[in-house]
């Protein structure tokens, strides 16, 4: 099954195509001449795969070039059963755009029209009633913006129902009879002037055009979706996102929550523990160990100290401000042009553009971005999206504890670990891009206009989010604290810490300690990074330590979120692929940082392991594309 695009040239077919195939197209020589057409295919509604063909544009069916000349022999030769055309529509030149209009109607063919560039149309005070539009022509019209995305999942609908009917050989003409695509078919083909009287009976009926100021509003909605203005405003959005998470969080911490902590829990845990006599099994579980003879809230260990301390006071201020700022983008329409802007990046690493929403819900939570990943229709980039988020995006819990810990020694320091897992990331979607067969689908989606997001709807969303960070941060918390006072308690910590010392002190140059925040790890990366700052480490290992801990592992409730979403094979190599690329990491860092190895070295490894790799995969699939071939 084939669809052809054709329309006159500059109508923006090139783009409708790129929205409905994505990357993986081929360019291709007509036979015997010059004159180039992309191909490419794309996922009905139906769930079958269809070609997609972008033909050379043309002003009529009676060529006047080459390249009009091979337009007409692609749709006369290639547009058997089954098989429909998409004629693309400049909106902002409708009457010119028509008269190839009429010609396709004219042959008794399959077509959808895509009323393209709709939002410049709408811009410049050109308004076209459609659904007269459709009347008249007596075929589906959609509006279109493919620069945007407006419109081509409505299209895709089109383009799956009129290509049902066209293989069931039950495409019917609509029996309006003063549609155009009835009465031409009733009689022969009109002659250029017939055509254009009826072109303007149409433009007056259905167009109408009045004189309109670009709004500021209008304006900032193109920019967000230019290359070079888009990126600028998605850099500021971002920095004034997390400027304002932190302001929020630190003030949550400084003027609410350390308040609540000091002047109503700490007397409570005080008159408790002298109670418990200060120590014994049961203090130490339920209130921890005493630093310099007082609990220390953040590092005594305590169910009821820590145990609460950690998920309400050092996380949940920061965690309910990024939720705020997160779902202000969501409602103002800021997202779905935020993943318009990066779909060209997300494709070279293996998704489509709308895998940036699990990302940046990641730096939230890791587990609704998990569940977000559903969003992508295809197994394979679930997986890449998932091992991605895994390894290089760090919770709002686990970057307050970060901060909180690295930030002191200063903001380099932060720059290397931050900067470690941008690169992770980034590899690591080039390199799954280029080692797991198959292509990544077009982007399909709806861009909303901007608008101001309404104080109650926020609210819900909000505390909705909050509520289920809560149901699972506690308890993990909880859970982790009481786990790792046992290992203690019954001397695990120093067996296991014996049987990794190879891997600790030898590849990431950690003390034996470490091993406690490494299985933590498992339950709650914030919580494991916290501990690291009762064993004394130097601000080598704490980086290390962070590195690691940041990209070798999801947390529980993740993991389990994960399993659920890949299944098990799938999670397993996840995992396997993480733990190599966290202890490999972890490693390099650490030579790095003991200048054993300088970092220019390590930067041209990578750069060279990363080439290979890609020449690798293209090998891989030029063999493939060939076994396929001699297959067909």
Known sequence: MRILLIGNPNVGKSAVFSRLTGTQVIISNYTGTTVEFTKGSTVLRTGEIADVIDVPGTYSLEPTSKAEDVAVNMLEGMLDKGDIVVNVVDSTH???????????????????????????????????????LEQALGVSVVPTSALTGEGISVLMNEISETMKNACANSYKLMDDPGSIRT??????????????????????????????????????????????????????????????????????????????????????????????????????????????????????????TT?????????????????????????????????????????????????????????????????????????????????????????????????????????????????????????????????????????????????????????????????????????????????????YVFGIIDVLGRAFAPILSGLLGLPAEAIVALLMGFLRKDVAVGMLGPLGLSVRELVVATIVLSAYFPCAATFVVLLRELGPWDMLKSALIMLVVAFGAGGLINLVMTRVVPASYVIIGLIVLVVIILLVARVIRTVRSEHSKGRT
């Open 94 to 132: 409708l009457e010119r755009n028509l008269y190839l209009t009429l010609q396709l109607l004219e042959r008794n063919i399959p077509v959808v029209v895509a009323l393209n560039l709709w939002d410049e149309a709408r811009h410049n005070g050109i308004s076209i009633d459609v659904a007269r």
């Open 307 to 487: 145990g609460f301390y950690v998920p309400i006071a050092m996380v949940l201020p920061y965690v309910f401000a990024f939720y705020v700022a997160l779902s202000i983008l969501e409602d103002v329409g800021y997202l779905p042009r935020l993943a318009v802007l990066l779909d060209n990046l997300m494709h070279v690493l293996g998704m489509h553009g709308y895998a940036v929403v699990p990302m940046v819900l990641g730096f939230g939570c890791n587990v609704p971005a998990a569940l977000a990943t559903r969003i992508l229709e295809s197994r394979r980039e679930k997986f890449i999206c998932a091992t991605m988020l895994s390894i290089g995006i760090p919770c709002m819990a686990q970057t307050a504890m970060v901060v909180g810990l690295v930030g002191r020694y200063g903001w380099q320091y932060l720059a290397i670990i931050y900067g470690t897992l941008a690169i992770l990331w980034l590899v690591m979607g080039l390199v799954l891009n280029a080692m797991l067969p198959g292509s990544s689908p077009p982007l399909l989606m709806e861009i909303p206009p901007y608008r101001l997001p309404h104080p109650k709807i926020l609210a819900k969303k909000v505390w909705m989010r909050i509520r289920i960070f809560l149901a699972d941060a506690i308890p993990y918390v909880l859970l982790g604290v009481l786990f790792v006072n046992l290992l």
């Open 183 to 304: 009465s031409q078919h009733r009689a022969s083909h009109p002659s250029a002037d017939e055509r254009w009287i009826e072109i303007g009976k149409i433009t007056r009926q259905v167009q109408s055009i009045f004189h309109k100021h670009h709004t500021f509003v209008d304006m900032l909605e193109d920019a967000s979706i230019q290359p070079v203005s888009g990126l600028i405003i998605a850099v500021l959005v971002m920095y004034l996102s997390f400027r304002i998470v932190g302001v929020i969080g630190e003030g949550l911490i400084n003027f609410v929550f350390d308040p609540i902590f000091e002047g109503f829990v700490r007397p409570i845990v005080t008159k408790l523990a002298m109670a418990l006599g200060s120590h014994g099994f049961i203090h130490d579980m339920l209130i921890g160990h005493l630093v310099n003879g007082e609990i220390d809230f953040e590092a005594s260990m305590g169910l009821l």
